[in-house]
């Protein structure tokens, strides 16, 4: 590590003075630079190439568990283990969510639906359940909020909505462009946490007229909203904490390319054998036309 560190730097520094502050002798660097590369050596050289392009492909999110998993899409057989001991010898990791602040806002003595998911999170196809939940992002020029409905089949985000306070029209918003991008038929359930946003008349009755059943979760509990906190923790994590948003319209701009470009088409599922949503989505409806 110390010679390749010396290799790096000797167009800024003369290799002696390295040599000197590093407190190993010119000799010994000259004669590591002479000794071939071993076969493992080369091919580490190798994958650390890869592992450097999939983790700036992933705009710097993934973890070893995903560029291992890509790792092996492009053909490439390597332990779980090495690609974590790769990564740590670059420098790159994944990202650490912080925990998110409240946003859920109850409203005592309204009556509240019925939880109709009990924490089930796979339906079989698409437009059957929706999880839709709301979180804030702060900027120079005071706050955002963001309303999202997330498609449970595929985990998409299947609409979207950016705010500047937490009224009701936020998550109608949400819910309006997700009914106009999906059409669903009847059987649809619409779930989220019993936030006064939710059990607004204006978002009740919003469902009601779509004929898409409402459900909410216990009070307190994020385990009753899984997929949804799981989405927004992402989001904080790859995008929002990791720098600050001077403006608004900046803010705005990032979330737009961040769900619609990245994160329903990019971004790898583990819980969706590790494709994007829309990928995932295409896949089940071509062999679902080559079954029938």
Sequence with gaps: MIHRFIAAERANHSVSTLCRVLEVSASGFYAARRRPVSSRAAEDARLGELIEEIHTESR??????????????????????????????????????KRRGRTT???PGVET??????REWSPSVPNRLWVADITYVRTWEGWLYLAAVLDCYSRKV?????????????????????????????????????????????MGNHLREAAIDTSMGSKGSPLDNAVAESFFASFKKE?????????KGEARSA??????????RVRIHTTLGSYAPEEF????????????
């Design 255 to 264: 979330i737009f390319e961040w769900i619609e470009a990245f994160y329903n």
């Design 158 to 202: 299947v609409g979207w909505s950016l705010g500047e306070s937490l009224k009701a029209e936020l998550v109608v918003d949400a819910v309006e462009m997700a009914i106009a991008r999906r059409r669903p038929e009847a059987g649809l359930v619409h779930h989220s946490d019993r936030g006064s946003q939710y059990v607004s008349l204006a």
């Design 113 to 118: 639906a019925p939880d109709l998911v009990r």
């Design 281 to 292: 989505e295409s896949l089940r409806l071509s062999k679902s036309k080559e079954a029938a």
């Design 105 to 107: 806002i109850s409203v």
């Design 60 to 97: 710097k999110t993934y973890g070893s568990p995903r560029v291992h998993i890509q790792l092996a899409r492009r053909g490439e057989r390597v332990g779980r283990k090495r690609v974590a001991r790769l990564m740590v010898r670059l420098g790159i990791s994944g990202l650490v969510p």
């Design 239 to 247: 995008l929002i904490n990791r720098r600050s948003w001077p403006t």
